[in-house]
C-alpha cells in the first residue's frame, strides 16, 4: 500500500500537489475549489489539513486584501515531488488539467507591474509591484546601477514575482529551524 494511500496523508498530497499545479499565487478558495472536484473534501476539513501544512513549513500563506494566498516552500515542494508519484495518474491528470483552467482566473485578480526610468547619472529607478484585483500587495522600490541591470531585473520580476515575493516573505518571516 502507498505511503499516501488515504485518509489525510492522501488530501494534504492533494493539496500539494494543487498548489504546485498553479504555478502561480493561489488562493485558499481556489485550492479547495479544485480539491472539491477532485476528491470532495470540505472545506473545514482541507482548512485544518492545510494548517497542519504550513505548521510543518510545507506551506506558506500569506494575507492579501481579499483572501489569503497559499505557496509551497522548499520543504514542500521538495515533499511534492517525492510523493507525486503516490496519486493516482488519473487524478493527476485532472488536477493539472483543472489548474490550467482556473490558472486564467487567477491571472485576472492578480497581475505584476514594472516601471524603469533613467536617472541623470546613468542608474534607474525600478518600481516593482504585485497587484490584486483591489491594489497593491506588495511593492519594491529599488536603484539600480545601469539599463541592462534595470532590464534584468524587471525581466525576472515579470517572470517570477510570486516567487521572489514569496522568497523575500521567508526571509523577512526567518527560518525555524
Do not use: H
Amino acid at each position: 500500500m502507498a505511503f499516501f494511500s488515504d485518509g489525510d496523508n492522501r488530501v494534504k498530497l492533494y493539496i500539494l500537489y494543487i498548489i504546485k499545479s498553479f504555478r502561480t499565487a493561489v488562493t485558499r478558495e481556489q485550492v479547495f475549489t479544485v480539491l472539491t472536484e477532485v476528491d470532495g473534501t470540505d472545506y473545514f476539513t482541507m482548512c485544518g489539513l492545510a494548517a497542519e501544512l504550513e505548521r510543518e513549513q510545507y506551506l506558506l500563506s500569506v494575507p492579501s486584501k481579499l483572501s489569503q494566498l497559499v505557496y509551497l516552500t522548499e520543504k514542500g515542494i521538495t515533499l511534492s515531488e517525492t510523493f507525486d508519484r503516490e496519486i493516482p495518474k488519473s487524478v493527476r491528470d485532472e488536477i493539472t488539467g483543472l489548474a490550467d483552467e482556473k490558472r486564467a482566473e487567477v491571472r485576472r485578480q492578480n497581475s505584476v507591474s514594472a516601471d524603469a526610468e533613467p536617472r541623470p547619472d546613468g542608474s534607474w529607478d525600478l518600481s516593482l509591484a504585485l497587484i490584486e484585483k483591489e491594489g497593491v500587495v506588495f511593492e519594491m522600490k529599488l536603484r539600480m546601477p545601469d539599463a541592462p541591470s534595470a532590464a534584468n531585473a524587471e525581466r525576472n520580476w515579470l517572470n517570477g514575482a510570486d516567487g521572489i515575493y514569496m522568497n523575500v516573505l521567508e526571509s523577512l518571516n526567518g527560518k525555524e529551524e
